[in-house]
């Protein structure tokens, strides 16, 4: 009699691997969301002085976009990444769609901006991870009926 009661408080194993299964798609879901790295290529006081840095921009090529038309994300971006050592800012979360960044998978923008005076070449790349995504989302699935399965079984014993 105490043997039916200790099998009725275990966890079945397929719950036990649908909730491991469900657990590994939220880290792979995490993981696959878009990571954007925005970065300083170069630095001038004027167009003209990044002009003469850059040997494939003239002065009139250079048109630089002002800090406060950039979205709060794009700003974070671009105060992080001159802020920083490496002038580099990384993050990583669902896209902006910013309205000068065109955040598209394993795409490189360069735009310049003007920021405290200065001119700088941002450079954003952004890299999605499809195939994580896809997999997370199928771990989840199986983890789904696995658990769905486990409880229905345990629900008819």
Same mark, same amino acid.
């Given at each position: %009699?105490? %043997?039916?009661?200790?099998?009725?408080?275990?966890?079945?194993?397929?719950?036990?691997?649908?909730?491991?299964?469900?657990? #590994?798609?939220?880290?792979?879901?995490?993981?696959?969301?878009?990571?954007? $790295?925005?970065? !300083?290529?170069?630095?001038?006081?004027?167009?003209?002085? %990044?002009? +003469?840095?850059?040997? @494939?921009?003239?002065?009139?090529?250079?048109?630089? !976009?002002?800090? #406060?038309?950039?979205?709060?994300? $794009?700003? @974070? #971006?671009?105060?992080?990444?001159?802020?920083? @050592?490496?002038? !580099?800012?990384?993050?990583?979360?669902?896209?902006?769609?910013?309205?000068?960044?065109?955040?598209?998978?394993?795409?490189?923008?360069?735009?310049?901006?003007?920021?405290?005076?200065?001119?700088?070449?941002?450079?954003?790349?952004?890299?999605?991870?499809?195939?994580?995504? +896809?997999?997370?989302?199928? +771990?989840?699935?199986?983890? +789904?009926?696995?658990?769905?399965?486990?409880?229905?079984?345990?629900?008819?014993?």
């Amino acid at each position: %009699m105490s %043997m039916v009661q200790f099998n009725r408080t275990r966890v079945s194993l397929r719950v036990a691997l649908g909730c491991c299964c469900l657990l #590994a798609c939220l880290g792979g879901a995490y993981l696959g969301l878009p990571a954007y $790295e925005t970065s !300083i290529d170069a630095q001038a006081p004027t167009e003209e002085a %990044m002009a +003469a840095s850059l040997d @494939a921009y003239s002065p009139s090529e250079i048109e630089p !976009i002002e800090f #406060a038309a950039l979205s709060p994300e $794009e700003q @974070a #971006a671009v105060r992080g990444a001159v802020n920083s @050592a490496d002038r !580099i800012y990384s993050d990583r979360g669902p896209s902006d769609e910013g309205t000068r960044f065109a955040y598209r998978n394993d795409v490189t923008n360069h735009y310049f901006v003007g920021y405290e005076g200065s001119i700088y070449l941002v450079r954003v790349v952004i890299d999605i991870g499809y195939p994580l995504l +896809a997999g997370s989302l199928a +771990a989840g699935g199986v983890g +789904a009926l696995l658990v769905a399965s486990g409880l229905w079984r345990r629900r008819s014993e």
